[in-house]
């Protein structure tokens, strides 16, 4: 099964660009999904397909997939975005067919 | 309104079964697939378990062999049925509904969770 590596933490002032890695095995061949999930909440979709936004996502949240690496960029970040980042990959070939990436702490300065 | 609540967590020893329910609102199981996803204390979402409308089930490795997912139709709920329970299940569980509207293999609706603990 596919392992997804992503930096445990990342820090950011207010304003500036977060980008957050997700590492894995050909996983520019896969398609990739990226999650926000505050304490508290369930998690929030955030991108799925690789680069989609969904309804009422804000076009701050963008994010690239090539080669063995994922990234979910945050560009001005702001106080609310500081949650729990988590990838996600489906692969209809592999068992199991869903994996999370490790995880990845945001936190705003 | 669209939703999935989850209900039936608890406290339980281990070596003991325990089943959850996933009830959806706005949001036919039948037609979508399921999954239910976990977070243990301190530690990152795992997957545990899927349902797709036709029936085939699949399920993450720590749990083959002891949960088992399904669903009644006649109450558009998904269960969860666990046996022999460890305390490393022990986790925050979430049931997670993809409605269609965006990727296929991307969760796009989430109850609020149900936490089991096992512990003696």
């Known amino acids: 099964s596919s392992v997804l590596t992503q930096p445990p933490s990342v820090s950011v002032a207010p304003g500036d660009t977060a980008r957050i890695t997700c590492g894995g095995n050909y996983i520019g061949n896969k398609i990739v999904h990226w999650y926000q999930h505050k304490p508290g909440q369930a998690p929030l979709l955030v991108i799925y397909h690789d680069t989609d936004r969904p309804s009422g996502i804000p076009e701050r949240f963008s994010a690239s997939n090539s080669g063995n690496t994922a990234t979910l960029t945050i560009s001005r970040v702001e106080a609310g975005d500081e949650a729990d980042y988590y990838c996600?990959?489906?692969?209809?070939?592999?068992?199991?067919?869903?994996?999370f990436g490790s995880g990845t702490r945001v936190t705003v300065l | 309104e669209v939703q999935l609540v989850e209900t039936g967590g608890g406290l339980i020893k281990p070596g003991e079964s325990l089943i959850l329910s996933c009830a959806a609102s706005g949001f036919v199981a039948s037609d979508n697939y399921v999954s239910w996803v976990r977070q243990a204390p301190g530690k990152g979402l795992e997957w545990v378990s899927v349902l797709y409308p036709p029936g085939n089930t699949y399920y993450a490795d720590s749990v083959k062999g002891r949960f088992t997912i399904s669903r009644d139709n006649s109450k558009n709920t998904i269960h969860l049925q666990m046996t022999n329970l460890r305390p490393e299940d022990t986790a925050l569980y979430y049931c997670?509904?993809?409605?269609?509207?965006?990727?296929?293999?991307?969760?796009?609706?989430w109850g609020q969770g149900t936490m089991v603990t096992v512990s003696s």
């Open positions: 996600q990959v489906w692969d209809t070939s592999s068992v199991p067919p869903y994996v």
């Open positions: 997670a509904g993809e409605t269609g509207v965006v990727s296929s293999g991307a969760f796009d609706l």
